[in-house]
């Protein structure tokens, strides 16, 4: 299983960027999907999960900013970002765990600044 995150970049305060989340291999389609962020300095931090139906579950601090959703015809997985703020600087990354083995991405680079 392999998973490789994009959609990063830099963007200014309020805007909003769509991340996605290419999982290849079988597997990730029939499994629960998630994002982590790991901001400098401070210690990776769940964000958002995804069950493999399509129901999600967000950290409280990103409610109603930040949406979760999958295809899995495609096997990705999206993280839709609005109104963001310069605290929300961070690595980005993806998750699963398959037969109780972790998979991680690469991380993709989100930077909120004007």
């Known amino acids: 299983v392999q998973l490789v995150e994009s959609g990063g970049g830099l963007v200014q305060p309020g805007g909003s960027l769509r991340l996605s989340c290419a999982a290849s291999?079988?597997?990730?389609?029939?499994?629960?999907m998630a994002w982590y962020r790991q901001a400098p300095g401070k210690e990776r931090e769940w964000v958002a999960t995804i069950t493999s139906g399509g129901s999600p579950n967000y950290v409280d601090s990103l409610k109603g900013r930040f949406t979760i959703s999958r295809d899995n015809a495609k096997n990705t997985m999206y993280l839709q970002m609005n109104g963001l703020k310069p605290e929300d600087t961070a690595v980005y990354y993806c998750?699963?765990?398959?037969?109780?083995?972790?998979?991680w991405g690469q991380g993709t680079q989100v930077t909120v600044s004007s």
């Open positions: 998750y699963t765990v398959i037969q109780l083995q972790a998979f």
């Open positions: 291999g079988s597997g990730p389609s029939t499994h629960d």
